[in-house]
Nanobody, 129 residues
Framework: VQLQASGGGLVQAGGSLRLSCAAS????????MGWFRQAPGKEREFVAA????????YYSDSDKGRFAISRDNAKNTLYLQMNSLKPEDTAIYYC???????????????????????WGQGTQVTVSS
């Protein structure tokens, strides 16, 4: 599956952005999906994930309550609604996919970048103070 992330940009602290990730090549519904981010000099970190079957969602502790992940299988698109943005949210945001995500409710696996086989190219989010 090919993934194309979009929707990033420059926003002031407290503002909102909605990221999109368009999938193509294979049936979108076969994949559990995730969002990760990577700031300069830091490791890639988990943001949110959504399972392929039952739509269960998972969030990092720092983003829970501010971000919402969703998917539209008819449009082959994954979304990340980000509210109350903070300067520390500044990073490149990546969408990722894997057929195993959400099959087992193991948050450690779901939050690990190594659990995902397919990655989009990333979209830059910059939050100014």
């Amino acid at each position: 599956v090919q993934l194309q992330a979009s929707g990033g940009g420059l926003v002031q602290a407290g503002g909102s952005l909605r990221l999109s990730c368009a999938a193509s090549g294979r049936p979108f519904g076969r994949y559990g999906m995730g969002w990760f981010r990577q700031a300069p000099g830091k490791e890639r970190e988990f943001v949110a994930a959504i399972s392929r079957r039952d739509g269960n969602t998972y969030y990092s502790d720092s983003d829970k309550g501010r971000f919402a992940i969703s998917r539209d299988n008819a449009k082959n698109t994954l979304y990340l609604q980000m509210n109350s943005l903070k300067p520390e949210d500044t990073a490149i945001y990546y969408c990722a996919a894997d057929t195993t995500i959400g099959l087992v409710a193991d948050s450690k696996l779901i939050k690990a970048p190594t659990s995902y086989d397919y990655w989009g190219q990333g979209t830059q989010v910059t939050v100014s103070s």
